[in-house]
């Protein structure tokens, strides 16, 4: 009943995320970048998991962390296995996480493997390892999750290894349409990123129910397949251009979202028509209004609320401490008032996950908000994690001066 998760660039967002899904008790971190997820493989969304990067069936589990040891097991057992696997050339990759040992020395093992696997007359591909992992466009491009692809995960987890497959991986084609092929797009509001719009989505929707999961069984690794229809609204107040509502609307999830400026509220529609005949999706019908999230009135039912907020200014650059203060003050009240606005207007228990803006004064350093002391005073409580602390929920390059950080809220 185990899989294993690869996490993406910011694992304690993607922990985050399958905890909000499916619960603490389901998920366990392995090193730094992959969990074991326990449930029933057919029941992971994978499809929208912003944080995954790879979906994994565990083969076995190795009594040693000796790579040795594990390429002997490796070249012994795998062969006879590759004889069940459908005739044609088979493509071949290997990717390690947390083992003590270097790009040449699995290149070697991969050749003696490949070399095993040919005694067999079984026509066989390496696929090069730049790197200890292959990236999803690798693992994309050379065919390795299909009927004759075969990537083998070893994942270090404390005196064992963790042996697995890949089934599926982010379907990065499709983020990349999403993102710069919708028809409507605008920089000065700042460019939300698709996966990042689905974690958002998942932290502010919590746990699924078992008859709403969608199967990833028999489903093409290229294909998205939507959710069924879920018969709950998400809004998102500050809905810019409609990332985050095209991922809700791609997930099931009935969307309604208001921006300050009318331009916004006419792109975010213009995307979410281009979503629907894109995806063929049944007609989205999304509810779209003008409105100041500071003072306006939105129509029940709300039941989730899911926003990136205003972010303030784009530095590039340090800002003087002056300036860096007035940018805080001036993100600190809009959000402050937008969550005063929203408060008497949800049913007690609703949950919100917001993007707001913190900024890297120094690095790994970061100048929060003021109002993330002050969600309880508002009537709020925030939601931890048990794999994630509160301070690791920031999206941010490393270069990057304005990050995001995810606060996820319930009203009380």
Request: hydrophobic residues 40%.
């Amino acid at each position: 009943m185990q899989s294993l998760i690869v996490l993406g660039r910011q694992p304690a967002l993607a922990l985050a995320e399958l905890e909000s899904l499916y619960g603490a008790t389901k998920v366990r971190p392995i090193g730094n970048q992959a969990a074991l997820l326990d449930i029933d493989p057919c029941l992971v969304a994978f499809g929208r998991l912003g944080g995954a990067v790879k979906f994994c069936k565990v083969l076995t589990i190795l009594k040693t962390t000796e790579w040795r040891e594990i390429e002997r097991f490796l070249i012994k057992s795998s062969p006879e296995h590759t004889t069940r696997m459908p005739a044609g050339k088979m493509q071949l990759g290997l990717s390690v996480q947390g083992l003590d040992v270097n790009v040449r020395t699995l290149g070697a093992t991969g050749l003696s493997l490949k070399k095993a696997i040919r005694k067999l007359e079984r026509s066989v591909r390496l696929v090069p390892n730049k790197e200890l992992e292959l990236n999803s466009a690798q693992v994309i491009h050379n065919h390795l999750t299909g009927p004759t692809g075969w990537e083998l995960v070893f994942v270090r987890d404390g005196a064992e290894t963790i042996l697995a497959q890949t089934v599926r991986v982010q379907d990065i084609t499709s983020y990349t349409v999403r993102d710069r092929e919708r028809p409507k797009r605008d920089a000065r509001v700042g460019m939300l990123p698709p996966k990042l719009a689905q974690i958002i989505v998942n932290l502010a929707t919590g746990p699924l129910p078992d008859d709403k999961m969608s199967s990833i069984c028999d489903i093409p690794a290229d294909q998205i397949i939507p959710q069924p229809h879920l018969g709950q609204t998400l809004l998102d107040p500050f809905c810019g251009t409609g990332v985050l509502l095209q991922e809700a609307a791609l997930m099931g999830y009935n969307v309604y979202g208001s921006d300050l400026e009318a331009r916004m509220v006419d792109y975010t529609a213009q995307n979410l028509a281009w979503l629907e005949t894109t995806y063929r999706l049944e007609p989205i019908q999304p509810k779209l209004e003008k409105g100041d999230a500071t003072a306006h009135h939105w129509t029940a039912p709300v039941d989730f609320v899911a926003a990136e907020t205003y972010l303030g200014r784009p530095f590039t650059t340090q800002p003087p401490a002056e300036i860096l203060a007035a940018t805080a003050s001036d993100c600190n009240l809009i959000i402050k008032r937008f969550l005063q606005n929203v408060y008497g207007q949800i049913p007690a228990g609703t949950r919100l996950c917001l993007a707001i803006p913190a900024w890297q004064i120094r690095t790994n350093q970061f100048k929060h908000l003021p109002l993330v002391d002050q969600i309880s005073e508002m009537g709020y409580n925030r939601v931890s994690f048990e794999h994630a602390t509160d301070d690791s929920l920031l999206y941010y390059r490393p270069d990057q001066i304005v990050a995001r950080e995810l606060i996820i809220l319930t009203k009380r």
